[in-house]
Antibody, heavy 118, light 107 residues
């Protein structure tokens, strides 16, 4: 079964850091872009960024540029989201998603919750 | 960034009704348009990609159309399991922006 599973969410103070992980299984991880998408409580979906197959290309939404870093370890079928200088507005459920042709998120994880609060 | 605007924001419908949701892009995105369904507490699910291609396993009651800036998602006969929130997303350029969502509720 094709799956993605996120972990690493939690409660963090404003200005703090957190690293999310996403592990893929049931498919050839190295063939796909992977994206991060988040959803603030009661709000819609926001694309955060993505990374290409070998990790050499990363793209971010402006609101996280310079604070968030996407990386991957293909040997571990894993994707990471390093989040620094966290703000209250970063509070959300964070999903990783497999991108077909870098354009279509066809498989999603169950999400991990990040709460930024003092 | 490309802005995606959905209408309506919410609608009430009955089982068996035909439902249409509209998505408009702030500039031409060719056919780079995806539709997702999300139920409360669950991850989004891909329904349609490239504006009109049905994802494997999605019922044929769902269909998509459009190109350029104007797109529609149609449900030909609403089923109980279709009550959810629907999002469009452009994949023409990054950031890959979503519409604000359309909540389909039971009348």
């Amino acid at each position: 079964e094709v799956q993605l599973e996120e972990s690493g969410g939690g409660l963090v103070q404003p200005g703090g850091s957190l690293r999310l992980s996403c592990v893929g299984s049931g498919f050839t991880f190295t063939k796909y872009y992977i994206s991060w998408v988040r959803q603030a409580p009661g709000k819609g979906l926001e694309w955060v960024g993505n990374i290409n197959q070998d990790g050499s290309e990363k793209t971010y939404v402006d609101s996280v540029k310079g604070r968030f870093t996407i990386s991957r370890d293909n040997a571990k079928n894993s994707l990471y989201l390093q989040m620094n200088s966290l703000r209250a507005e970063d509070t959300a459920v964070y999903y990783c998603a497999r991108d077909v042709s870098s354009r279509v998120a066809d498989v999603w994880g169950q999400g991990t919750t990040v709460t930024v609060s003092s | 960034d490309i802005q995606m605007t959905q209408s309506p924001s919410s609608l009430s419908a009955s089982v068996g009704d035909r439902v249409t949701i509209t998505c408009r892009a702030s500039q031409s995105i060719s056919s780079y348009l995806n539709w997702y369904q999300q139920k409360p507490g669950k991850a989004p699910k891909l329904l349609i990609y490239a504006a009109s291609t049905l994802q494997s396993g999605v019922p044929s009651t769902f269909s998509g159309s459009g190109s350029g800036t104007d797109f529609t998602l149609s449900i030909s006969s609403l089923q109980p399991e279709d009550f959810a929130t629907y999002y469009c997303q452009q994949s023409y350029s990054t950031p890959r922006t979503f519409g604000q969502g359309t909540k389909v509720e039971i009348k």
